[in-house]
């Protein structure tokens, strides 16, 4: 085998291969960085020794200084519970009916609440609780059963039309396209917008006495023990157009909500209670 042939510029031997008449020169690294490198290595050897690394089958090596990430978050977790334990037993027993927004504890309870919301309420409310379609704006008045933090609680708590909470507030609209034709649907279409100054002897206002006063009342402004919702208020979960509002009526709709008192702390239920209570739409 040839020797490589040595660059007479630099005085350094060749790798022996040339590319389009370029050659490579046998040029070794410099030593610091060779010091470097196996320092490195060194390195990474000592601190998957010291420190959880190495995966296994149920987790990982748990090193020598037995060190977690995990172990360092339960601790603050631990103390920031510790320092807000008088709190918690506080929000705990109070009537939050006779919850004093000015006091410590409100404060507290809204603080909490507004992180447990945006953990777990708006990825259906929205991050400014505005709501979507079939997701209920929690910004204004309008609240189906009730918008007092006693009533605002216990829908947290329970949830809306599930299966799972055997207390889930529960309303079932009738599918009336089995039961009216479809002109009547029309009819009724086109008399709800007149609700606040309807003419209750017209065919629209007929059809709404015979079907659907015995839910949402004579006048059409609903009715909370029901779930019943105002239909006079210009407030549509599903879109006020022709062809939202006949979906609802032909079809109905079934929105659910979970039972957070089964997924969250009675202090969370609670504080969140709070939080959506204190957005200015709470009653």
Known sequence: MDEP??????GRPTMGHEFDGIEELNTPMPRWWLWTFYLTIIWGIGYT????AWPTISGATAGLLGYSTRGEVSADIAAHEAANAALVTELNAVDLAALDAQSDLHRYAVARGASVFRAQCSQCHGSGAAGAIGYPNLLDNDWLWGGSLEEIA??????????????ARYSEMPAFGDILAREEIETLIEFLPT?????????GGVLFTDNC????GDQGLGDRSLGAPNLADAIWLYGSDDESLT????????????????????EDVRAVSAYVHALGGGE
């Open 247 to 266: 979906e609802t009526i032909a079809n109905a709709r079934f929105g659910v909500m979970p039972a957070w008192g089964q997924r969250l702390t009675e």
């Open 49 to 52: 020794i010291a420190f959880p």
């Open 195 to 203: 609700l606040a100054d309807a003419d209750w002897d017209s065919a």
């Open 5 to 10: 042939r040595v660059d007479e510029l630099t």
């Open 154 to 167: 216990y829908s947290v708590r329970h949830g809306i039309r599930n299966e799972t909470d055997f207390d």
């Open 213 to 216: 006063a015995a839910c949402h």
